[in-house]
């Protein structure tokens, strides 16, 4: 492809983008194709001659397409999103281009310096004291694994990289039922073994982690010959939003030396608003700390910001610096592939960096507040509704309800009742107009509601409500 095709097929991929984005809200929100329906119309074997763009760009629209589940909807109400906006997409355009491989600073010293001085602006905003630094991963998944092994080799005295696991110490970690499923992967990968995993009951409203509980749990390890390595604390987890108590699991941490990481992948954007940053009071006691610019901060996936108070442990489990990765002449530069888990890093920080000087903070702050008042404004429509329950009260933008109406002429059983709202969620995805999710609450199926796309409006979020409640009369009716 010479120079002046290229310009018009980039100049059509950016006009594609534009036109998908301005009509995205009228395509259904989930994928409406069957298993194997894509992988069928693709051809079997590769092509042994170049295809013409006008042909791709045609199977782009007719076959990949339909195939897409909408994020960028405006009611994507499903997961947490998976947000973008344009500076940021005009970023990855830029990030494309340039194709560079960040992962020293004289394989790009602008990535680098770029990365460490918005990573700072990050901890500003949040409210995170100046004895933090921050590195961004591709996810929290990374992140907590990146935690978990740092939290590991400081048990073990540094001694785990160098004479490997066999025959040492058992390690312990502790966390809640409501942290996510990537803490279970990483004490898998770390190691460690699921049954070192130590869950710890929750109390309170916000489901959080019981700290006399956790307290008991290291004394009774630690009589047991167990060696308590790491915590991992639940800010706004994934099923309710569950919180832990961060000030007083931190005392306890602190009080028997364990490292303390606080996982913060959706409601860590939401600090950048003061009102909210009572659920993160401790936070600047704990050892690490990461959330997620691409779930609340309208920065494309992948950008997690991780952020640690002691960095040169970090680097001493994850660095290595054989003779070809050295810079050399350049003592003191930061070499972020240290920081992390893989070896090549993109330049992720320009996308940050596009959004937060396009927008502004207090442009931010608004978007984030608008989601947390639209979502506690539906969360009381539907706590006032004889057919619905509200099953938890919102945390920021998230909450949960389910189904229950009286006279469905169902038994009152739970078994009943979940299957219900199995077959309403089904039926309210199939339906296209708003995308919803479920987990078990309380042992019971419930149905899952968290605003924060980019592009949701009021009207969307009550539009996503009227859809709900069309679909539930419907069930009963048939």
Not at 35 to 58: K, N, T, V
Not at 70 to 78: E, G, L, T, V
Not at 441 to 454: A, C, K, M, P, S
Request: glycine share 8%; charged share 20%; net charge negative.
């Amino acid at each position: 492809m010479d120079d002046e095709t290229f310009r018009a097929w980039a100049r059509r991929a950016a006009d594609w983008s534009v036109d998908y984005l301005a009509g995205v809200g009228e395509r259904p929100v989930r994928a409406q194709v069957a298993p194997g329906e894509i992988f069928r119309q693709l051809p079997e074997a590769p092509p042994a001659e170049g295809e013409p763009m006008d042909r791709i760009f045609s199977d782009l629209d007719r076959v990949v397409m339909p195939g897409m589940t909408h994020w960028q909807h405006p009611r994507f109400f499903a997961y947490f999103p998976a947000n973008a906006s344009p500076p940021s997409l005009v970023a990855e355009f830029v990030t494309a281009a340039l194709a560079a491989q960040c992962m020293l600073w004289q394989t790009s010293p602008a990535a680098t310096e770029l990365e460490t001085r918005v990573m700072d602006w990050l901890r500003q905003m949040i409210g995170l004291p100046q004895d933090f630094s921050g590195v961004i991963q591709d996810s929290a998944s990374g992140a907590t694994l990146a935690a978990l092994l740092t939290a590991r080799e400081r048990a073990l005295g540094f001694t785990g990289n160098a004479n490997g696991l066999a025959g040492g110490p058992t390690l312990r970690v502790y966390a809640s039922e409501q942290v996510h499923s990537s803490v279970d992967k990483a004490v898998r990968i770390a190691g460690l073994g699921d049954a070192n995993l130590v869950r710890i009951p929750v109390t309170g409203p916000l489901h959080g982690m019981d700290p006399e509980a956790l307290d008991a749990a290291i004394r009774a390890d630690r009589e047991a010959g167990l060696v308590p390595a790491a915590i991992v604390a639940c800010l706004g987890g994934t099923g309710i939003g569950a919180c832990d108590p961060i000030e007083a699991v931190a005392a306890v941490a602190r009080r028997h030396g364990v490292f303390l990481h606080v996982d913060a992948a959706w409601a860590g954007s939401a600090m950048i608003c003061p009102e909210f940053r009572d659920l993160m009071r401790g936070a600047d006691l704990a050892d690490s700390l990461v959330f997620n610019p691409h779930k609340w901060l309208f920065t494309h996936f992948d950008c997690s910001a991780h952020f640690v108070r002691d960095p040169k442990a970090l680097t001493d489990t994850l660095g290595l610096r054989p003779s070809y990765l050295r810079t050399l002449g350049r003592d003191g530069v930061v070499d972020y592939n240290e920081w992390s888990i893989p070896l090549g890093r993109r330049f992720r920080a320009l996308k940050l960096w596009f959004v937060i000087r396009s927008y502004g903070v207090e442009t931010l702050q608004g978007m984030i507040r608008d989601h947390v008042a639209w979502a506690r404004e539906l969360a009381g429509i539907i706590d006032s509704d004889p057919d619905f329950e509200l099953t938890s009260a919102p945390v920021l933008s998230l909450f949960s309800f389910r189904y229950a109406p009286a006279d469905a002429g169902i038994g009152a059983g739970a078994d009943d009742l979940d299957a219900l709202n199995a077959r309403l969620l089904e039926r309210i995805n199939d339906d296209g107009r708003t995308y919803l999710t479920q987990t078990r609450h309380e042992n019971r199926f419930v149905i899952r509601f968290q605003v924060g796309q980019t592009t949701t409006t009021r009207a969307d979020v009550m539009m996503a409500w009227d859809a709900v409640r069309e679909i539930a009369a419907g069930l009963r009716a048939g």
